[in-house]
């Protein structure tokens, strides 16, 4: 009997120490949201280096030396203040991430496949960024259309900056105002061939910047303002539309500028048709057809005469290279039990370009065959993310059953660096809606109407002062203003 009291003892006790005992496996995978009184990104940070993939085109706003500061009641960056911030973070797979970012950066910053901690900071009206913490002293921001490397320099923010402080502050400071911007090429099927034209649609604080519309397609390069034009040239029977691009300086009519000369083509009654798929800052996506075969194609913008478009191992890894091989063999390999067996070889890897699905750009692949010796082609999706060097913004923060729960006929959707518009693109309309706390508002600030066919070529964002610079240099070049809710 004595023993089995003092075994009961015995348990009692292993009980009561245990109850004194943080056991690791309580809180395994489990995410912990931080303590209500404490900031995630608190003290004084400072910018060490510019990581962006690319500059824009126009007076491009030097950070490196300047501040952040992060607080429960305030956020600075450089000269610019936010009142009463969120917070919020997310655990996030780092190479899925930065692949929505369209950006490579040293593992040694950020590693390959680990979970990450990014956190997001706005206010009811303003999105200011998202930020990456590499450790306890470094922090990525990409805030401001930039992607940079800020170091901590103190724990503690500004006297100025606490919540005691914060009104005197504002009286020199204000909040900055949303403002973003778009340069949206659109692509017109008609009779005589494609046309195109640019608009520029832009708000400050959820209200319209006058819509300025040009011909053709007025787009920014890191050398600054180009354009992209498409000639209906014939000679004899011999019909080919010709490929131009200009810097806008250079005051030369399109006809004079390099373009692909049709003397070298002397196949009788021959019509090679070249149209604009994609335009971006250094390639544009074409779809080449003569005489019923239908090619895809990328040329570099600064060769767009050239009659060789760009590989695609010269865009991709080595490992997406693997992966598109595989999709074009997996198409060949449909087609080939269907019984078709005359494919291209697509040996200079060509053959390639890019496709609009549900508020994104994709890779797509094209097989040409013969069936019946009546030309067809399959198209194949390449499941890559393109590469910055093709497109540099394409992030939609908007989940797609948002956007039709709002517009069910929505077909596509864009949505500026600073989430504060949206542009949905139906088949007859183009709705500009203002968006607070990642939500569409009621009403759509002005809506487009489309005609048959139209579509999406460009959509290039401006955001903070670049705003400015692009409109003005925009109507320097001839745009002139449109009323968005004309026939």
Known sequence: MARIVRLLIMVAIIFLLGGCTKLSWTT?????????NVCPLEGKWVV??????????????????????????????????????????????STDYLMTKYLMLSSSLVPNNTVIEVTTV??????????????????IAFAENKVLLLKRVSDQVDSSLTA?????????????PATSGIL?????????????????????????????MEKDIFFPRSSGFWFLQVHNVSTGSIKEDELSARDVSTKIS????????????????????????????????????????????????????????????????????????????????????KGISSTDNDDREENFGLMRKNGHWYLQGRINYEDGNTPR?????????????????????LSWQNIKDRVPDAMDAFTSPNRDIALIKTKAKLYVYGITNDQLGSEPLTK????????????????????????????????????????
């Not at 395994?28 to 303590?35: E, F, L, R, S, T």
Request: with cysteine.
């Open 28 to 36: 395994a995978g489990k995410i912990v949201p931080p303590v209500g």
């Open 48 to 93: 060490i280096q510019d990581l962006s993939s690319r500059h824009s085109g126009a007076d491009d706003q030097i950070w490196i030396g300047d501040t952040a500061q992060f607080t429960r009641g305030a956020a600075m960056l450089g000269n610019y203040v936010w009142n009463q911030p969120s917070y919020k973070i997310k655990k996030v797979n």
């Open 122 to 139: 706005s206010t009811s009206e303003n999105f200011l960024g998202e930020f990456i913490r590499v450790d306890d002293s470094k922090l």
């Open 164 to 176: 005691a402080d914060l009104d005197g502050v504002n009286k020199n400071q204000k909040d900055k």
């Open 184 to 212: 949206l090429g659109l692509k017109t099927p008609g009779n005589d061939g494609n046309a195109y034209q640019t608009f520029w649609i832009a708000a400050s604080n959820g209200k319209l910047h006058p819509l300025l």
């Open 254 to 337: 399109g006809i004079e500028t390099k373009t692909m000369g049709i003397i070298q083509h002397d196949i009788p009654g021959k019509v090679h048709q070249r149209i604009i798929d994609y335009v971006g800052n250094d390639y544009v996506a074409i779809e080449n057809k003569v005489d019923g075969v239908d090619q895809l194609q990328v040329l570099p913008v600064d060769k767009i005469s050239a009659q060789e478009g760009v590989k695609i191992s010269d865009l991709l890894e080595n490992s997406g290279s693997v992966v598109y091989n595989n999709a074009r063999a997996q198409a060949i390999q449909s087609l080939r039990n």
């Open 377 to 397: 082609y399959l198209d194949y999706n390449v499941n890559l993310i393109p590469p910055a060097k093709m497109v540099s913004y394409d992030t939609l923060c």
């Open 448 to 487: 487009l109407n489309l005609k048959e066919g139209e579509a999406v070529v460009m959509a290039e964002w401006a955001t903070g002062s670049y705003v400015d610079n692009w409109e003005k240099a925009f109507a320097a070049n001839g745009a002139q203003k449109y009323d968005l809710t004309s026939p």
